[in-house]
């Protein structure tokens, strides 16, 4: 067994259990499908039964397919024919070895609507550490909706955009998340009167880009835990969570 695979244009190895994109058929007649790389052999990637997500086109035998997988810094898309595995023993298939690799966007998180408690509170320009956790204001709100990569929510009071903030997020712990996480307010804008804010969640990696070393320091241990993986174990989540949703016919 094969643990990846390089190919050209793309800006990193496609790597086992990785999910993809399979979508047949052109314009309002397409069919979206997705699966999970099981294995790569001579022949190109094989791959686990396609489950069915939306359209109007059905998956058939020999056809030629596109492909997308999601990276870090984007989505590529390339052109495979999918086929049933030779020893289809576990009910597997194979995509022909990729071609016309290509870069189609920057990477979008699904969102989904998601009525989840929070709490939060602001982190002002210069912190004083010393006291924090006797002064701190924790402020209990709710999410709108919610993606890999942050939520909306309504904020109580005032607040700007640029504000950065420690965010407790109730659910994460039962899905193998730190329950805080840090967060910068990116939009303030209002729905029918209501006030919402628009807040980008700050992975480890990009910790140091909002604070200095002193308060980097300084901040809680399960910030610093919420990296790449823990994102993308939040972006798997969601993305069950609209499968289920476009199941009962909700999306």
């Keep these: 067994m094969t643990a990846q695979l390089t190919l050209p244009h793309l800006s ?4 086992l259990w990785e999910k993809l994109e399979i979508i047949t058929g052109e314009g309002d007649e397409i069919g979206i499908y997705t699966a999970r790389i099981e294995d790569f ?3 190109g990637i094989v791959i686990s039964t396609p489950e069915f997500v939306k359209g109007h086109t059905l998956l058939r035998d020999k056809a030629s397919v596109r492909v997308v997988f999601t990276k870090e810094d984007a989505a590529y898309q390339c052109q495979c024919r999918i086929s049933k595995y030779p020893d289809n023993s576990r009910n597997l298939f194979l995509l022909s070895r990729p071609s016309k690799t290509k870069r189609v966007q920057r990477r979008a998180f699904v969102r989904v609507d998601m009525l989840e408690a929070i709490r939060y509170t602001c982190l002002s320009r210069v912190i004083k550490w010393e006291d924090f956790e006797e002064k701190a204001e924790w402020i209990s709100s709710r999410t709108e909706n ?4 942050g939520l909306l929510m309504k904020p109580i ?3 700007e955009t640029g504000t950065r903030l420690l965010i407790k997020v109730g ?3 039962g899905i193998g998340l730190p329950e805080t996480v840090c967060g910068i307010v990116r939009r303030i804008f209002t729905v029918e009167k209501c006030l919402m804010a628009g807040i980008e969640f700050i992975v480890s ?3 140091a880009d909002h604070f200095n070393a002193e308060d980097f320091t300084h901040l809680p241990a399960a ?12 972006v798997s989540y969601i993305f069950r969570q609209e499968i289920e949703l476009r199941k009962k016919g909700l999306l």
């Design 41 to 43: 052999v001579r022949e």
């Design 223 to 234: 910030v610093k835990r919420f990296d790449r993986r823990a994102q993308n174990r939040l």
């Design 171 to 173: 659910f994460f712990p």
């Design 12 to 15: 990193q190895p496609l790597k």
């Design 146 to 149: 919610m993606s890999g990569g």
């Design 157 to 159: 009071g005032d607040l």
């Design 205 to 207: 990696e990009r910790l």
